[in-house]
């Protein structure tokens, strides 16, 4: 009977030389930062897009739909690496994500782009998971982390060119540029990959034909997941942008729809999936069931930190957006710099745990400082809050997916892969859909307590649909604004904290594991004091040769 551990190929790899491995991770973080390329720019032209098509009210799906199918098939990939390969499974990512971005290039509605949106998404995932599967069989368990800091770099790098790349196309040749000028990249990244990808020896019986492989795929995982974030995500937009109330129908049903959705997949999971994409088996393991905590709460926390902390600059101090962003770029320093560091101090000292635990405590201090913010805070505080909880956001990303990988067999890091990037994007899309949530409610609360009086209710909803509003208002109504959205958002980082110390006692349990210097060097945990003792102890007592 095959399995998940059946071997790739026969025959062992041949040795790669210094080129072939130049050019594999020429060919990886090529993707990468495709990746992140692709999500800025479409971001920044969603309005153009939204106002060409005609359908402004539907253009945020451009993105919910992308990170919608990212999300539900990332775990996938985990599965289909081990199934069919590294090489045809990365093939066919690259390819689903460059079939559905070229379509977008020619989408002739909203609904025809949306839908391209969310086959790129599909594609899109699986660049991600398998790029980061065929690094970790490329480079030894101790320099796992430095190369994800110069793959993190990249993604950085694609996120930073990305808004002014979108906004000149926009302006000149149109926004389907914007989508079709990204086909050469990726061809030339897969082009890379299909000549450099080895596949890695592992050991069990015979493959068997592609079809029956793909039997062995859960299908009915992603499919569930897909609809409990997507009916979650619907319930939450009638709630918070088209501002129904709870009782509504077409919020809490929704709502509904998403607990049920929730239940089949842990059904589907825990009882019917033969090989389910998200095994619960592996989570109730003491570091991978830590490891997913934690990277699920340190997700949550940092969209939650970039969706409401450049509110507080144009919503609460009336400064301009770009203001605002300045603000950001101390952090997105520290993001960079924390990755690498994260990196080079494990191939450095070969540990992670106490490095985890400093990374969790600056996350905490960055908001414990975040939720003091006022309009008499020092400029140069509001300028380097962020920083600690930047560096600590990527040192924990970077030793987190180290500590997952040094904890799981070999053969089981494809997988864990794909659980680690399914948490941290499950992560992503409930911190900003919560968060946006909770900051519209709350804001709706302090307004109607401030706000009265006649035409009251429309002034308010102006304010809920757009903080550029505020500064059309007369002095006296302006400042009731501004203090509410003060008070807003000031429990919001009230509550980030109760976040951020979950995240810091969900670091404490990770295992320190050594990590190898080799390629296929086995991952063994560092033993306790007890356990040493307890081993010295069966020495003792056992039988001795005379």
């Known amino acids: 009977m095959t399995n998940e551990r059946t071997p790739l190929v026969g025959q062992p790899r041949a040795e790669a030389t210094r080129l072939d491995f130049a050019l594999l991770m020429t060919g990886v973080w090529s993707l990468s930062f495709i990746s992140s390329l692709d999500s800025t720019v479409v971001a920044t032209l969603i309005s153009t897009i939204g106002s060409s098509l005609e359908s402004m009210q539907l253009s945020s799906w451009i993105g919910t ?28 990512a690259g390819t689903l994500f460059g079939m559905g971005t070229i379509l977008c290039g020619f989408a002739k509605n909203m609904f025809q782009l949306i839908a391209f949106r969310a086959l790129a ?33 990249l993604f950085g790098l694609g996120g930073a060119i990305g808004p002014p790349l979108g906004g000149w196309l926009g302006d000149t040749i149109g926004w389907r540029a914007a989508f079709l000028c990204q086909s050469p990249f990726l061809v030339f990244g897969l082009f890379l990959l299909y000549l450099k990808v080895q596949e890695p020896m592992l050991t069990g019986t015979p493959s068997t034909t592609i079809s029956e492989k793909l039997k062995r795929v859960d299908y009915a995982g992603p499919t569930s997941l897909a609809l409990m974030l997507s009916t979650f995500l619907i319930g939450m937009n009638f709630k918070t942008t088209a501002g129904y109330q709870w009782a509504d129908t077409r919020v809490w049903g929704f709502l509904i729809a998403a607990a049920v959705s929730t239940c089949v997949f842990l059904l589907v999971e825990l009882k019917l999936a033969v090989e389910p994409v998200m095994p619960i088996t592996m989570l109730n393991r003491r570091t991978p069931g830590f490891v997913a905590l934690n990277t699920f709460l340190l997700s949550v926390l940092s969209y939650s930190t970039f969706y409401n902390a450049p509110l507080f600059f144009t919503a609460v101090l009336l400064r301009t957006s770009a203001d605002a962003g300045a603000h950001l770029i101390s952090n997105s320093v520290c993001v960079a710099s924390g990755s690498l560091f994260a990196g080079w101090y494990m191939r450095k000292t070969g540990r992670y745990w106490l490095l985890q635990v400093l990374a969790a405590i600056s996350v905490v201090a960055a908001n414990f400082i975040l939720a003091s913010w006022n309009r008499k805070t020092p400029e ?5 809050t962020l920083m600690p909880s930047g560096f600590g956001f990527a040192s924990l990303l970077t030793t987190n997916l180290v500590a997952l990988f040094a904890s799981v067999q070999r053969d089981e890091i494809p997988l864990a892969t794909g659980i680690s990037y399914l948490f941290r994007t499950m992560g992503q899309v409930l911190g900003v859909s919560l968060s946006g949530a909770l900051t519209q409610t709350l804001l709706a609360r302090n307004l109607r307590a401030r706000i009265t009086g006649e035409g009251a209710d429309d002034i308010i909803a102006r304010i809920l649909a757009s903080t550029a509003y505020i500064h059309t208002l007369p002095p006296d109504l302006r400042e009731k604004a501004t203090t509410s959205w003060a008070r807003t958002l000031s429990t919001v980082f009230l509550c980030q904290i109760v976040l951020a110390l979950g995240l810091f006692l969900s670091a404490l349990p990770i295992e320190e594991r050594a990590l190898p210097d080799t390629v296929d060097g086995p991952p063994t945990r560092r033993p306790t004091s007890a356990e040493n003792e307890r081993e010295l102890g069966r020495e003792d007592r056992a039988p001795h040769s005379s």
Do not use: E, H
Request: aromatic share 10%; glycine share 14%.
């Open 380 to 384: 140069w505080v509001l300028y380097t």
């Open 65 to 92: 739909a992308y990170l919608l199918s990212l999300c539900a098939c990332t775990p996938l990939y985990g599965r289909l690496t081990n199934v069919l390969g590294r090489r045809p499974t990365i093939l066919f």
């Open 121 to 153: 998404g599909i594609g899109g995932s699986g660049m991600t998971v398998v790029g980061s599967v065929i690094v970790s069989d490329s480079v030894p368990l101790k320099s796992r982390g430095l190369y994800q800091g110069f793959s993190n770099l």
